[in-house]
């Protein structure tokens, strides 16, 4: 029986039906699979479609000819060929198996010739459902799909042994379906991946990256990345992540700083950069912890957990300017609790400067990092934001706050002193800089008193 959603879905002038047809007509089957066919019937947005069919990949390329706007054959290798058809992208897959073997980093792909074992290898039960749309609409379900997508189950369609032995990189997947989807992992996955993580070594930095940033952006991601860390498959590639369980937090007594993290994680905006700082915004404490006879302290946690950040991201292959914007929140989410007596201009004006465009990610990583108990402490953390943003509003009207640039430049510099370029003018911008940020804005006319003044005390004395 095919649910009522998926009636609009099969019209005539819809790409399923058009695409379907040409593959009817040439002789060969096609079904819709995997995550497509998940997507239509949880009732979730899904543009783009994939496809499985016994057709090689030459014979895919023939079929759509004259059809698609475009083609492309990137992962044809895999049995993958993309079809582009107004705007959106499809993939249209042979049927395959596709299988590590040894310590290989790349699958060894084998072409089937029936759909069934096709589906055997897919990573989940709920993605090993195919819907076959021509002649008439039919749901295969050989693995039992169906009961586990109403059940909100994560099960492999064969043993876990063999689904997480095939790619390993399933079991970072079982994790981050667990976030996008909201189901719960079954008991037998869980107990293979507790048995079987160490099989990881041999998935690349950047397979595992785009998986881990998939789960990171999924609308509540805590439970399924303490799930990850639990089972031991984080200490494969998030080793100072998996520390946090070890290390108490004097001030957030109620919980380990691995479930305070969980918890700033979930309270963040699902961007990928931000998630990502509030997920290592405090590994540097297990290094920096130390009992005194005030406690435990972490002095300078976030120097040392900014280090440790950007040394794990560019493991993982992150762009650059993730790796530089994640060690920076990690850098500065302190910050604002070094001004417990109030904020000056000058402090205002150097926390702007410091934080650059990631201002707004930097207060709300401040913001979500309160998960005390304590009402009264986490309202007054919280009010002492609350004064800084007012702040910065404030002088955001009085002054350009967001290009705290002096009134000159370095050629104004080179002509006034009438040197060539080189360190000496960097000096002299910074020390302008400096009294622009301590003073507030000032003319040329100041800016050149203090470059006369500066270099007049720079200037070594005659014996």
């Not at 997920?279 to 300078?300: A, I, N, S």
């Amino acid at each position: 029986m095919i649910p009522e959603r998926l009636s609009g879905f099969l019209d005539a002038d819809r790409t399923p039906h058009q695409i379907s047809q040409r593959f009817i007509e040439a002789g060969f089957c096609l079904y819709l699979v995997g995550g497509s066919v998940r997507d239509l019937l949880l009732g979730r947005d899904h543009s783009d479609l994939d496809f499985a069919t016994d057709a090689r990949p030459d014979e895919i390329l023939e079929v759509v000819a004259g059809w698609a706007d475009s083609t492309f054959t990137v992962g044809e290798a895999f049995g993958t060929v993309g079809v582009v058809k107004r705007g959106v992208t499809h993939e249209i897959t042979t049927f395959r198996r596709e299988v590590y073997r040894d310590q290989s980093r790349k699958p060894r792909v084998e072409f089937s010739d029936d759909l069934e074992t096709d589906l055997s290898r897919r990573d989940f039960t709920v993605n090993a459902i195919a819907l076959k749309l021509l002649p008439h609409p039919e749901i295969i379900d050989p693995y039992g799909g169906l009961a586990d997508l109403h059940q909100g189950i994560l099960r492999t369609p064969l043993g876990p042994e063999i689904s997480f032995s095939d790619d390993p990189l399933r079991m970072l997947r079982l994790f981050r379906f667990m976030a996008t989807l909201g189901f719960e992992a079954s008991e037998t996955a869980l107990r293979a991946v507790t048995r079987m993580h160490g099989r990881m070594e041999i998935v690349s930095a950047e397979r595992i990256r785009d998986e881990l940033s998939r789960l990171l952006v999924a609308l509540k991601p805590g439970a399924a990345l303490g799930a990850m860390v639990a089972s031991g498959l984080a200490g494969e590639f998030l080793p100072e992540v998996a520390a946090l369980a070890a290390a108490r937090d004097p001030l957030q007594r109620h919980k380990d700083v691995l479930a305070h993290t969980l918890a700033v994680v979930d309270k963040c905006r699902p961007k990928l950069e931000l998630r990502l700082a509030a997920l290592l915004h405090d590994v540097g404490k297990p290094e920096t912890r130390e009992f005194g006879d005030g406690g435990v302290t972490f002095h300078h946690h976030e120097v040392v957990g900014a280090r440790m950040a950007r040394d794990r991201l560019q493991e993982l292959r992150f762009k650059k300017s993730e790796i530089e914007n994640v060690s920076r929140l990690i850098f500065l989410h302190l910050r604002p609790h070094t001004f417990k007596m109030g904020w000056t201009d000058a402090a205002v004006r150097r926390y702007v400067r410091d934080a650059g465009p990631l201002l707004e990610d930097l207060n709300e990583l401040v913001r979500c990092d309160i998960t005390t108990r304590n009402a009264a402490r986490a309202r007054a953390i919280q009010n002492r934001i609350d004064e800084l943003e007012e702040r910065i509003a404030e002088l955001r009207k009085q002054e350009e706050l967001d290009a705290l640039r002096p009134p000159i430049d370095g050629n104004d510099v080179m002509r006034f002193l009438g040197i060539p370029p080189g360190p000496t003018v960097g000096a002299v911008l910074r020390m302008l800089t400096e009294y622009r940020i301590e003073h507030g804005p000032y003319s040329k006319e100041e800016a050149y008193r203090l470059v006369q003044e500066w270099s007049v005390g720079s200037r070594p004395t005659q014996d």
